[in-house]
């Protein structure tokens, strides 16, 4: 089967911890999305990655990082930075930047 | 900036009925892309329907069709037959085709289909 898998499904981080979601597509999509949901709000854009080795940041990148080793994954390190972590955090891709994007089940983020 | 704005935040329809749900959106761009996606209690982003702006036809998904007024800057989405498994947050969202890095999400509409 195709798809998008996040794991963990919840994560819990304690203060001045690093924590790191894993996204991974067997789709052979060239491009991924990191979004983070908050309650009553729509999604709003950590960082994308257009292809292998390249990202960029999105509207709320602060605290956050990334890496694009594989097309096939792109974890999101949550760094002690974010001083207001707890979200649901969306991965997503598509085929090319521009298309139709897919999203994985998302991983809740919750702090001790 | 692209701003996309669902003004219901909560909906109700009994089963087998016919529901819309609203979605404007700003933008000074031509060429762009629309979506729906569904969001169930299991969280997962789904995508309903898709529209491109050039296209004249509204999209329709079996018992999902468009209502896309370019001029008035309006996208709603009728759910036609309602099922239970509607029930779900429904979030709009604008894609532009010059800058595809980024959609811009609406604050979701909360629909709740009634046995």
């Known amino acids: 089967d195709g798809g998008i898998t996040q794991s963990p499904k919840y994560l819990f981080r304690k203060e001045g911890q690093n924590v790191t979601l894993s996204c991974e597509q067997n789709?052979?999509?060239?491009?991924m999305y990191w979004y983070r949901q908050d309650p009553g709000q729509g999604l709003r854009l950590i960082y994308y990655?257009?292809?292998?080795?390249?990202?960029q940041k999105g509207d709320i990148a602060e605290g956050y990082s990334v890496s694009r080793e594989k097309k096939e994954s792109f974890p999101l390190t949550v760094t002690s930075a974010q001083k207001n972590p707890t979200a649901f955090y969306l991965c997503?891709?598509?085929?090319?930047?521009?298309?139709?994007?897919?999203f994985g089940p998302g991983t809740r983020l919750l702090v001790l | 900036a692209q701003t996309v704005t669902q003004s219901q935040p909560e909906m109700s329809v009994q089963e087998a009925e016919t529901v819309t749900l609203s979605c404007t959106y700003d933008?000074?761009?031509?060429?762009?892309?629309l979506f729906w996606y569904k969001q169930p209690p299991s969280r997962q982003m789904i995508l309903v329907i898709r529209q491109e702006a050039y296209k004249q036809q509204n999209a329709t998904e079996n018992r999902f069709s468009v209502n896309f007024q370019k001029a008035a800057k309006s996208f709603s989405l009728k759910i036609s037959d309602s099922q239970l498994g509607d029930t779900a947050m429904y979030f709009c969202a604008f894609m532009s085709s010059n800058t595809g890095n980024q959609f811009y999400f609406g604050t979701g509409t909360s629909l709740t289909v009634i046995p």
């Open positions: 997503a891709s598509s085929i090319v930047l521009g298309e139709t994007q897919y």
């Open positions: 933008t000074s761009e031509n060429n762009y892309y």
């Open positions: 789709l052979n999509h060239d491009a």
């Open positions: 990655s257009q292809i292998v080795n390249d990202f």
